[in-house]
């Protein structure tokens, strides 16, 4: 077994490659530190056969600096050398790095909310900055109470139907909602309805009809934002809206609405077609939305005004 001075450049065996890993490779202070730490398992012929190695290490960053994933200049992205030994060998591995754990963090949090056609301010919101006055408070408050028993896995969750005038902020809530859940790792989907719908119809001309209305139905988490204001026909009624409703309500998931309606008006609103009028299906779908979620009707002034 050859001493660390002998390693370092003092024993007649080495060779003129020993001689260039000291004056290259062994006086980097991180490939120093590992041949002190680990000389009574080194010889000068495993330094010498693996100097690739440590050259492979010299020539990274070693110590996080809190730059981005983007921005790492480590062989391998996102990720930090190590070295050890196995077998009489150098060798290398590569650990995750701060800026590629960090990166996976913010890239599972931007996929915990899954939006369709959404305003900005909605996905921004937080229950915090909900204006907490009247029924809005009262909302509030039982949103954050149904966040808690969600991530708490309670069965048959009941979530809220928000109803009132424009501007009143029910999409507002269920936005904040989405965000509440999104801080406990608990991913949702809230999509604004009458355009979901659109997109839907031109799902039949590439085939993705049937992938897009399953994604939404078996939504872990599921907001309907504007639930009333979309053109009803027998197929919006009786193959979207309806199969969507009755897979959550089997399903005990926790199902979010937004609405302009009240459930009367909801409930004539969805009896009405050009095809005529069919009041048992339309009030087959409300008992569902409320066997799904509690009413809380938002009055007070317009603050898309303020």
């Not at 890993?21 to 330094?47: G, R």
């Not at 424009?166 to 999104?182: E, P, W």
């Not at 872990?220 to 309500?249: F, K, Q, S």
Request: proline fraction near 3%; charge should be neutral; include cysteine.
């Amino acid at each position: 077994m050859k001493s660390f001075e002998n390693i370092m450049g003092e024993s007649n065996d080495l060779t003129k490659r020993i001689a260039k890993i000291k004056q290259e490779v062994v006086n980097d202070k991180d490939v120093k530190a590992f041949l002190t730490e680990h000389q009574s398992e080194l010889t000068n012929a495993m330094v010498d056969e693996d100097l690739n190695v440590l050259q492979e290490y010299k020539d990274q960053q070693k110590h996080y600096d809190g730059h981005r994933f983007e921005d790492c200049p480590n062989f391998v992205k996102g990720h930090v050398p190590e070295l050890y030994i196995e077998h009489n060998h150098i060798k290398i591995r590569y650990l995750q790095c701060p800026c590629k754990i960090k990166h996976d963090e913010e890239k599972f949090n931007a996929h915990l909310i899954t939006s369709h056609h959404m305003q900005r301010d909605t996905l921004n919101a937080k229950l915090k900055d909900i204006h907490m006055d009247g029924k809005r408070l009262e909302a509030a408050m039982k949103a954050d109470e149904i966040c808690n028993d969600i991530a708490n896995e309670k069965a048959n969750i009941k979530g809220l139907y928000l109803y009132g005038q424009f501007g009143t902020g029910k999409s507002f809530i269920l936005g904040a909602i989405a965000n509440q859940l999104k801080t406990k790792k608990i991913p949702s989907t809230i999509i604004y309805l009458p355009e979901f719908i659109r997109t839907l119809k031109s799902g039949f001309k590439d085939g993705s009809f049937e992938s897009k209305l399953a994604t939404v139905r078996e939504a872990n988490i599921l907001m309907l934002d504007d639930i009333g204001a979309e053109e009803i026909t027998p197929w919006v009624r009786d193959e979207v809206i309806g199969p969507i409703l009755h897979y959550r309500m089997v399903h005990e998931l926790p199902t979010f609405f937004s609405s302009n309606l009240n459930f009367k008006e909801l409930e004539h609103h969805l009896s009405v077609t050009r095809d005529g009028t069919e009041k048992t299906k339309a009030a087959r779908i409300l008992e569902r939305i409320k066997t799904l979620s509690t009413p809380y009707y938002l009055e007070g002034k317009n603050y898309r005004d303020v």
